[in-house]
């Protein structure tokens, strides 16, 4: 994991040691919208039209982040309209890499080798991590964001002439209580398993771990009562927490430490996971090859030999029983 400074390429892992060995996530610094008209969203200044073929994502199969981008992606319906590269799941020293094996794509616009080309194509003078996703607009030649939970959104609504208008992740009556799960969800569960993982301190880790924890408890609870974590309507909530939890007991568990109890120790939650995994096109989007090679593979100050646990074992098309919350409502 690196960094550009001034367009330089940089083999630099985060700094803990400011922080009390604390690991703290950067923002996304590209965090314009493509919209139906084209016209800049509130806030931005540059505007991105909705346009079919015009975009691109660059994602890792391995990233929870742009995991979210492929999901919508398939439930809009929106593959034939914007194409997609994967990177490999191997980072290493040049960070994420074009390298075409193991079902990585390469560069499929540009055949670059490095994504840390494509942040400077954007911009010569970038300074940042290099991230994925990225919502690449061919037409002007320029990243539109590098923000996940943004992404998704545009995906979700901008494109509607092209995929299926019918499935709404965000719908306006429920924006209120998705974004409160949200607040819960990102920092406590998507970000404090690397919190957790990436902490160089045993004060930073327990804080994380205990973090982490606490909320699966409180969503283990919520999901009693319904099938969803908005009522019984799939939302883009679940989806922003299913990328961390099919990832929790094959990975975060051993790896990030974060070993108080298995997804599949809760009933609620490993029967949710299931019942996400098998709605259609979202099984496609699983890539446990990138998702363990990665990082066990790439994170070698954690894993320093490089091997990647064979285990465990899940089935995550087996039966699950959430329907019977949806029929009691």
């Not at 919209?35 to 079919?52: L, Q, Y």
């Not at 965000?170 to 920092?187: F, H, K, Q, S, T």
């Not at 998507?190 to 004060?203: D, I, K, M």
């Amino acid at each position: 994991m690196g960094l550009l400074v001034e367009g330089k390429w940089q083999d630099r892992w985060y700094d803990t040691k400011s922080t009390g060995g604390k690991f703290v996530r950067s923002h996304s610094q590209w965090r314009d919208f493509v919209t139906v008209d084209g016209m800049p969203a509130a806030g931005r200044t540059r505007g991105f039209k909705a346009e079919p073929g015009r975009y691109h994502l660059y994602v890792s199969l391995a990233c929870p982040w742009a995991h979210r981008t492929l999901i919508f992606r398939a439930l809009k319906k929106l593959e034939d309209i914007i194409s997609v590269s994967v990177v490999h799941h191997y980072m290493g020293e040049n960070g994420w890499t074009f390298r075409s094996d193991d079902g990585a794509t390469g560069d499929t616009l540009y055949g670059l080798d490095y994504l840390h080309q494509i942040y400077t194509m954007a911009d010569p003078t970038y300074s940042g991590r290099v991230t994925v996703p990225v919502l690449w607009d061919k037409k002007e030649k320029t990243i539109v964001s590098n923000e996940s939970s943004e992404i998704i959104r545009m995906l979700n609504q901008a494109f509607d002439a092209w995929g299926d208008a019918a499935v709404d992740f965000y719908p306006e009556p429920l924006r209120g209580e998705i974004d409160a799960v949200n607040e819960l969800v990102y920092p406590s569960i998507n970000n404090g398993v690397y919190r957790a993982g990436f902490a160089t301190s045993q004060t930073a880790y327990e804080e994380a771990f205990n973090e982490l924890f606490a909320a699966l408890d409180t969503l283990e609870d919520r999901l009693s009562r319904q099938r969803y974590l908005v009522g019984n309507t799939l939302t883009e909530a679940d989806w922003r927490l299913f990328t961390t939890l099919v990832r929790f007991d094959p990975v975060y568990v051993g790896h990030f430490k974060t070993n108080l109890r298995r997804i599949a120790d809760y009933p609620n939650l490993s029967n949710y996971l299931r019942d996400l995994y098998q709605v259609q096109g979202v099984a496609e989007t699983v890539n446990m090859l990138h998702i363990k090679a990665h990082y066990y593979g790439s994170h070698t100050g954690i894993n320093p030999t490089g091997i990647i646990p064979l285990g465990p074992e899940i089935d995550l098309d087996a039966p699950h029983n959430r329907g019977k919350l949806l029929k009691a409502a």
